[in-house]
């Protein structure tokens, strides 16, 4: 079993249930404006996509897990990675429920066909930790198959390790006052009322046992050769930045983005007469 770390005795402060431990959430610093998260946003972007040729030009390969509570900010954060990225170098790998024979295979087969090859990112939107979490907390896998769970991992992880890719993982840390908060914001907006599926609805009566879940998961695979990185992800805008600039730091890369291109003049077109415009079936200008 691997040790426990110190930072995780007690667990990270917003993943505890404060009506049951008596504390309060704790005060977050002023938000970032606007202007200065995008400024941000804006040279992390850049710099994601300098480490994007890196990765391609040295053949590396590099898995990154997103886990967390839901409505914890996974999906944000991935966004903001992906939006200025080649999605055939850094790619974003969220898989369903398994299907009848996947359920049948080795737990990790399902997850290993879709890990990165030379050259490529894979962001995991949840993962293999999948079995430590919801399935272990809603009943979906039986306990020898969560025990033999734990105990395997570790030494999954370490033969990715030795195989050459390296592998982050982050969670998300989000307290239930906040996550109560964006649940009720879906539930209300008719543009995110699909995140809120019969799953979360059902895992908002079940913090205690997801925090009991998490502290176990931690204790089995927060490893020296792996460890979690905990991002406090009440504050979405500094979780995004703070997670990306980790990213960055974790990865040793070099600049080595093309130079800006000098388009040639465009050769000229003739001998050829296009049909009518009004054969052509547009769509209305409505707006």
């Known amino acids: 079993m691997a040790k426990k770390h ?27 404006s606007s202007k200065r998260y995008e400024r941000e946003l804006k040279h992390l972007q850049e710099e994601l996509v300098k480490l994007q040729y890196w990765v391609k030009q040295e053949g590396i390969k590099v898995a990154i897990l997103f886990e967390g509570r839901d409505a914890a900010g996974k999906g944000g954060v991935i966004k903001r990675i992906t939006e200025r990225t080649n999605p055939r170098i850094i790619r974003v790998v969220a898989l369903g429920i398994p299907t009848e024979r996947e359920r049948n295979q080795w737990y990790f087969q399902r997850w290993a066909a879709h890990l ?136 040793q890369y070099k600049d080595v983005l093309p130079p800006p291109l000098e388009l040639p003049p465009r050769a000229a077109q003739r001998g050829y007469v296009r049909p009518p415009i009004d054969t052509q079936t547009f769509v209305p200008d409505r707006y």
């Open 116 to 251: 990165p090859t030379a050259g490529e990112v894979a962001l995991f939107d949840r993962s293999w930790y999948t079995r430590a979490l919801t399935e272990h907390v809603m009943g979906f896998c039986s306990d020898e198959e969560y025990q033999e769970f734990l105990r395997s991992c570790p030494q999954f992880e370490e033969m990715l390790a030795r195989s050459g890719v390296t592998l982050l993982k982050y969670w998300f840390s989000v307290s239930d006052e906040v996550q109560e908060e964006r649940f009720q914001t879906r539930a209300a907006d008719p543009r995110r009322r699909w995140k809120l599926s019969p799953m979360d609805i059902s895992s908002r009566d079940r913090w205690v046992d997801f925090s009991r879940a998490k502290d176990a998961m931690f204790e089995y695979t927060d490893t020296k050769r792996s460890p979690w990185n905990v991002v406090d992800a009440d504050d979405k805008s500094r979780a995004r930045l703070n997670c990306i600039s980790h990213i960055l730091q974790s990865i």
């Open 6 to 32: 110190d930072k995780h005795r007690s667990g990270h402060p917003s993943d505890r249930l404060h009506a049951v431990d008596g504390d309060h959430p704790p005060e977050l610093p002023a938000k970032l």
